[in-house]
């Protein structure tokens, strides 16, 4: 599917935030139906691009989605999981859960995904999606990757994913650009070999 251009989907993204705002705090039905045709335009405008996508009603002031990956190094290699949407590698995790923090978001993602068993150890990065050479996407995200210490259990999969495996930095399969890049990698690897630097952040 092609990826919209940068430039409309921020423009997209424009329009629905400023209709959900007001949707959630305009108070008569006249402004209202002007809002939810705003929300609708912020759809029609990705149509030539992604046929069948439609923008979710999220009410109230638009937030970035928040993503959370974990980086798993046991024995000098990653675990990275195959997704079944694409057929490509990446980082266990995914969107965050109302209701947990976000390295406990990353812990439950491994387990779920790899049957392995974690702990957060180090917040890696706290990144702005669209500033590291990702492709575009509709979601607006803030990506966050967790070191993690292996416990314990045993690899299974989930309905999402097709298999796992360990890694070593310089035999890294081909991974989905969407969710991590080999970049993630590499800096978690330096991080497991010098655990004192710093969280980077944008």
Not at 22 to 46: C, P, T, V, W
Not at 56 to 68: Q, R, S
Not at 163 to 179: I, N, Q, S, T, V
Request: aromatic share 8%.
């Amino acid at each position: 599917m092609e990826s919209a251009p940068t430039d409309l989907l921020a423009l997209s993204r424009e329009i629905k935030g400023i209709a959900e705002t007001g949707l959630r705090y305009g108070d008569n039905d006249f402004d209202r139906e002007r809002y939810k045709r705003l929300h609708q335009i912020a759809s029609e405008l990705m149509v030539s691009h992604l046929p069948d996508f439609r923008w979710p009603v999220e009410l109230g002031y638009p937030t970035p989605k928040l993503d959370a990956r974990a980086a798993v190094i046991d024995d000098g290699r990653i675990l990275l999981v195959r997704e079944a949407t694409n057929g490509l590698w990446t980082l266990p995790g995914g969107w965050t859960d109302a209701g947990h923090t976000p390295a406990e978001n990353a812990v439950r993602e491994v387990k779920e995904e790899s049957g392995y068993e974690v702990e957060a150890t180090k917040l890696i990065a706290v990144w702005d999606k669209t500033r590291h050479d990702h492709p575009p996407e509709p979601e607006y995200a803030y990506k966050m990757i967790f070191a993690c210490r292996l416990l314990g259990g045993e690899p299974q999969t989930d309905h999402e994913i097709l298999e796992l495996g360990w890694f070593a930095p310089d035999d890294l399969p081909e991974m989905c650009p969407h969710r991590a890049s080999p970049d993630y990698v590499h800096l978690a690897f330096r991080h497991h070999a010098d655990p004192s630097l710093p969280t980077e952040f944008d």
